[in-house]
């Protein structure tokens, strides 16, 4: 409905800056100083690490623009086509199956043209792989990854009587039936206090350890009904969303009913309400910042499965940006490997540039803060394991729909009967899910 | 004769041309707000109308801003099946339940509450009663992220102090996001808490406009307190409350912003439960790209605002029949 308005906007900016070029024309070669716009949302870019760059280029000026990160995808998919756009723009894992369509990949520069393919071999090749447009072009540089493992708090493991070493606690769950196992036998002997937070975590956790998601892979057709992975996925989450029945229906869950990032779940870390969180890399700086006081009653133990990933962007240049070749020197300085291994010291951010998980610096890294769990090595293991997974069109909206469908299980709201599944089961939830995603994505 | 009827013309060109002068400097005055209307306010409202009527998403609008091709245009018009498709939609009628239920719990409570609120400052004992009034003003100036914030923590659930009172009252815990009417109260407290202290400002200018006589004379024909409020104080204030009910209905049925931060996303919860009309909007529109049938929805919006403001109408007028009497 803003269509109107942001075409004009658009015809505007392309006649002013037509003008503004022509007149530049003369003194353009005297002036060097640049202004580099960037978009960006969460923690995308960290300021140390900008400040080191604005430092060594006194002549570059960045300015980072942060967004919601809904806001964010939707201002830069309509902002593309136009010449209102931002020289760098942060691109989520979650959208990026949306911007490598085609037609709006064809809206990026080519990095390649600018230099990417040959730092192509420092990037761990999943990662890279998903920063390839569906036209060919490499249209993002990968920021972090996430990797995938659980962390644990030792006292409360302690008292359900479990082992609290982190071989032994990996050895407790080979599989992700065992996990549930466990956390039902922890719920029984610690009552009050939830196995993990949020059971709702699992699906992704269960879905990025597979090769597909919603989207075939070949002929990009919508497969959420059929593939396997995905039903998988989500029958371990519901399992452990609806562990304990009660005259068939759920009656409770091995995790909490707090939400992640909501204040309850805060508040919850720091009065150890929950004993387990699946944690990528940079849940660990979370886990810091938001229960300073638990220092040292944490441990660091293997997934289920082995390998997993949550999270992580890209960083794009777009096509008509003003200063492309700017842009580049500074995503490609910002993401190179030393200012990675900077960003995982500072803020714990796990590289992609993989080259470097067999130095010291990151094969030895251990954490004070969670029992000396030597992170580097557990989280470079973590993403070395990951196979390249499928983006597709509508991963974000298809990502919520079953996370409401999970939410529902666990809050006990799940108050619709549907096909053959009476209300507050978790096949009804399911059902719900497939006909919520039909009705909008019409597929 | 001649001579005389010309002199007369020209003077009355003269006058004219005065005037027409005037006037034209009279327009320039009033052309930031007609241009302002027309790009943000106009054109805006014709393009979504029209975009209504278009299978149009991110492709369309690609491949007409790339291609500039007509055709682009033509495959897209849908005619009447977006609003057929919203007729049938049961999540829009849902979102308009939740709007209409969040927006009656706010502005109820709100406008008596306000009522009174003002009462009290217009007492004229009060002491301090800038600072009063000043201060009524302060939640409507915070940023409406940090309320959500705030609120968030005020109704978590686990951990939130509502709970925590209830709690020690021996009551079990209210699921203030999970539940549908605790959300919606949630919510509405949200809004009451901000626009609380405008709307007795508002409330509070029109008793202080009302005519110190028309007290008076209830005093010397032995009216209590009550019947001086019901027949003096409500009646004057007539045109004050339908101009709050009439920008309370655009603001409530409007309402965004406060569901969005306070579930922490576009799907009013997991149930659906506070999804409102406008969020509705927004999710089909960008988070599926379908903007012709989030078009749609601004053009059901529009018609349920109409509606609604067409029966305030009619109760103001008969209201106004009672007093002609």
Redesign the interface.
Known sequence: MKLGIRIRTGLAVAVATGLAVAGAGVGAQAASNVTLTVWSYGNVFEPKIVDMYRKAHPDVTIKITKMNLDDEHNKLLYALPSRAVPDVAAVEMAYMGQFRQPMIAAQFTNLNTLGANKIASDYLPFRWAQGTGLNGAQIGLPTDVGGLAVAYRTDLFKKAGFPTKREEVTALWPTWEKFITVGKQFQNKVPGVGFMDSTGTLFAAVLNQGTEKYYDAKSRAAIYRTNPTVKRAFDIAAKAGCTFMRNNKCAGSIGTKINQFSPDWGAAMNKGAFAAVLAPAWMLDYIKQQAPGTKGKWDIAAVPGGGGNMGGSMLTIPKKAKNAKAAWDFISWYLAPAQQLKTFQLYGLFPTTYKMYSQPSIKNYKDPFFNNAPVGAIYSSSAMKLKPIYAGAKDRLIDSTFGQALARITQGTQTKSCGSFPAQTSGAAWCQALQDIQHNVGQ | MTAISQTLKSRKRRRMSAIARQDRVGLFYVAPFFVHFV??GA??IV??TA?AFFNAD??T???F??NHQLSVLTNAFAGLDNFRELFK?S?FWLALRNTFSIWLISTVPQLIIAFGLASLLANARLRASTFWRTALMIPNITSVLAVA?VF??LF?????IFNVLLHYVGHKPI?W???TIPSHFAIATMINWRWLGYNSLIFLAAILAIPKELYESAALDGASRWQTVRYVTIPQMKNTITFMLVMGTIGGLGLFVEPLTYG????G?????FLTMTLY?Y???????R?GY??AI?VGITLVVMIISAINFMITRSIAGEESK
């Not at chain 2, 978590?156 to 939130?160: A, C, I, K, Q, Y």
């Not at chain 2, 922490?264 to 799907?267: K, R, S």
């Not at chain 2, 919860?269 to 439960?273: E, F, H, L, M, P």
């Open positions: 790009l943000f054109i805006p393009f979504t975009l991110f492709q609008y690609y491949e801003i790339t939609d999540y914030i968030q923590q978590g659930r686990d951990f939130g699921e996001v999970a539940g922490g996303g576009f799907d919860g997991a149930n659906s439960q909007l999710k089909q529109a960008f988070m599926n790209q903007l989030g078009a601004g």
